[in-house]
C-alpha cells in the first residue's frame, strides 16, 4: 500500500507565499515522475508543475517563474514552492507520483490541500 500525504496549503494574501509539499510512504521500490496538479471550483484538473527523477521539470505557463517545484529522492518528497501568488491560484492541489512497488506500477495521487490565495 502506498500513500502520498500533502501538507503545507492554507490563506494567503496575494503577492505571497505558499509552500506545500508531498511525501510518499508504503512499499516503495522506485518513484519515477512526481507532479502537481490542481483543480478550481467549476474546472477540471490541470497540470502545474513535474519533475523527473532526474530532476527535469517542466511547468504551466501560468506559473513559469513564479512556482518552483523540488525533490528530495532521499525522502521521496516533492516541493511546491509558490510565490507572487495571485486569487487565480485558488484551488485544491494534488501531489501524483509514478510509483513502482513491490506488485504493480501505477500512479498515485494524494488526498489534495486546499490553498486560498485573498485579493
Known amino acids: 500500500q502506498v500513500q502520498l500525504v500533502e501538507s503545507g496549503g492554507g490563506l494567503v494574501q496575494a503577492g505571497g507565499s505558499l509552500r506545500l509539499s508531498c511525501a510518499a510512504s508504503?512499499?516503495?521500490?522506485?518513484?519515477?515522475?512526481m507532479g502537481w496538479y490542481r483543480q478550481a471550483p467549476g474546472k477540471q484538473r490541470e497540470l502545474v508543475a513535474r519533475?523527473?527523477?532526474?530532476?527535469?521539470?517542466n511547468y504551466a505557463d501560468s506559473v513559469e517563474g513564479r512556482f518552483t517545484i523540488s525533490r528530495d529522492n532521499a525522502k521521496n518528497t516533492v516541493y511546491l514552492q509558490m510565490n507572487s501568488l495571485k486569487p487565480e491560484d485558488t484551488a485544491v492541489y494534488y501531489c501524483?507520483?509514478?510509483?513502482?512497488?513491490?506488485?504493480?506500477?501505477?500512479?498515485?495521487w494524494g488526498q489534495g490541500t486546499q490553498v486560498t490565495v485573498s485579493s
Open positions: 501524483n507520483a509514478d510509483i513502482r512497488t513491490v506488485v504493480d506500477y501505477r500512479t498515485y
Open positions: 508504503g512499499s516503495i521500490r522506485s518513484i519515477y515522475t
Open positions: 519533475i523527473t527523477s532526474a530532476g527535469i521539470t
